[in-house]
Nanobody, 125 residues
């Protein structure tokens, strides 16, 4: 059974940085798609960044491109999201998601069957 556990959320001031982690277990595929989504209060869940665990098909939403970096450590089966120059608009619950495959550039949450419990990121101005 696939299990995803996020960590690393917290409260920071605008301009600060955080790194989120998502530890994955239970996947039987060698390579699979892992992504970060976020959901702010009163808003729909939106895709932030995605990649395949072999390092391919890295994609960023335009709202975070140049500020966030997604990466994966195969030895640790862990996905990361380095978030720099955080803005109040980045405040949301951040979720890790995984699936055998995913379409590049669309980040539709219905593509993903496996989700973590989420980690809260709060950015104050």
């Amino acid at each position: 059974q696939v299990h995803l556990v996020e960590s690393g959320g917290g409260s920071v001031q605008a301009g600060g940085s955080l790194t989120l982690s998502c530890a994955a277990s239970g996947f039987t595929y060698t390579t699979y798609c892992m992504s970060w989504f976020r959901q702010a209060p009163g808003k729909e869940r939106e895709g932030v960044a995605s990649m395949y665990t072999d390092g391919g098909s890295i994609y960023y939403d335009s709202s975070v491109k140049g500020r966030f970096t997604i990466s994966h450590d195969n030895a640790k089966n862990t996905l990361y999201l380095q978030m720099n120059n955080l803005k109040p608009d980045d405040t949301a619950m951040y979720y890790c998601a995984a699936e055998h495959s995913c379409a590049y550039g669309t980040m539709d949450d219905y593509e993903y069957a496996h989700w973590g419990q989420g980690t809260q990121v709060t950015v104050s101005s």
